[in-house]
Structures are given as C-alpha cells and as structure tokens.
C-alpha cells in the first residue's frame, strides 16, 4: 500500500540555523499539507500546496517558512532561521483530491537547541 | 471558522470491551468531513474512520463506528472488543468542503488494560 514518507526521523539544530524537511507524497496525490504538533498539543495545519503553489496556509507560516516541490516525487519545508519554539513534530501529508482523505507521513521531530 | 472539541483527556477500558470517545464540532460550512485519527506512541497519524456531513448512514470499519448527530453536532467514536493495539491518542478533526486543512480537537489518550 502507497505510504506518505518524510526524513529526516529525527533532526537536532542549533537555534538560528536553517533546516529542510523532506516529504515524499504517495505518488498519485495531487494536494500536500505540512502540520506540526508540539508536545503534549493539538496538531496544527500550516500550510497546503497544490498546482505548485501554497494554496492557503496558517497565521503561524510566517516569512520564516516556506515549501516546494523541487521534483516531481518530493515536497519540503523550509525554515529559515529555526527558534526555540519550532520545536515540534512536522507531520506532511498528502490527498488526491481536495475532498479525500488526508494522509500523514510518520513525522519529523524537530529539537532546536 | 471551524471548531473541534474533545472532552475527555483520558480513557480506559478493559480489553474486549466496548469503549466510546466523544467529539464534538462546530463549523459554518454547509458540508464537510468529519475524521477520527489514531496516535500510536510511535506518534503516526493514522486514518481510523471518515464520514462525510451529507450521509446520514454512520461510517464503520471493522471494530471502528462512529455515531454521527448532525444537528447536535456530535461525532463519537465507538471501538468495540477493544484490543491492547488500540491503546493511542485518539484525535477527532473536521475539514470544510473548500477547505483545504484538516482542524484537530485535542485529542482523548485511550488506555486498554488487560
């Protein structure tokens, strides 16, 4: 069965270093999302993308952050200039069409130091 | 703007029983989709069931139902013969139509003792 994957598994970054989240959609799916979900919380939408571009995206997907789809199988998060508070599980998922389901990959966790 | 809340924290249950999670939703959109996904400690979100606004028939996958009350705006979760695998975080989200992103509750920790 197609999956959504993501690497790293886990990433550890100093504080002001950029990193890049990688997502690999399951390859028929047409829309992608990145949500994140700091610890003990709710998991929060941050942005969508589809057509090659973000199609909506959340007060918390400042300038600090942003996507692309460098290829036609791959789907990154890019943040800038990390902060204490990125830390977090990045989850990317993935759907065919705007009313499917949404499928997540096993997430990214984030520490920045 | 769409809401989602989830009022029980924490559930336990003993194997082989039958537990329900409770859900509800608050959302100005004519129709959407209602979710329910399962947070193992791996920390993976996986599908559990949907069910879409516009049927009035309940959704069930196996040992998984939902009981959907649209005018109450409630959408419960039913696991029946409950199974150790089952123990997770449990979180209910709605998506509008048009919408593109998912709105999550806080999620209920199901705990299955054996």
């Known amino acids: 069965e197609p999956e959504v994957t993501q690497t790293p598994s886990h990433q550890v970054t100093q504080m002001g270093q950029e990193v890049i989240l990688r997502c690999v959609p399951i390859s028929n799916h047409l829309y992608f999302y990145w949500y994140r979900q700091i610890l003990g919380q709710k998991v929060e939408f941050l942005v969508s993308?589809?057509?090659?571009?973000?199609?909506?995206k959340s007060e918390i997907f400042d300038d600090q952050f942003s996507v692309e789809r460098p290829d036609g199988s791959n789907f990154t998060l890019k943040i800038r200039s990390t902060k204490l508070e990125d830390s977090a599980m990045y989850f990317c998922?993935?759907?065919?069409?705007?009313?499917?389901?949404?499928?997540f990959g096993p997430g990214t966790r984030l520490t920045v130091l | 703007a769409q809401t989602v809340t989830q009022s029980q924290p924490e559930m336990s249950v003993q194997e082989a029983e039958t537990v329900t999670l409770s859900c509800t939703y608050d959302t100005s959109e004519s129709d959407y989709y209602l979710f329910w996904y399962k947070q193992p400690p791996s920390r993976q979100m996986i599908l559990v069931i949907r069910?879409?606004?516009?049927?009035?028939q309940n959704a069930t996958e196996n040992r998984f139902s939902v009981n959907f009350q649209k005018a109450a705006k409630s959408f419960s979760l039913k696991i029946s013969d409950s199974q150790l695998g089952d123990a997770a975080m449990y979180f209910c989200?709605?998506?509008?139509?048009?919408?593109?992103?998912?709105?999550f509750g806080a999620g209920t920790i199901l705990r299955v003792k054996s």
């Open positions: 998922a993935s759907s065919r069409g705007l009313t499917d389901t949404q499928y």
């Open positions: 989200a709605s998506k509008g139509e048009y919408g593109n992103k998912l709105v």
């Open positions: 993308f589809y057509n090659n571009e973000i199609s909506e």
């Open positions: 069910q879409e606004a516009y049927k009035q």
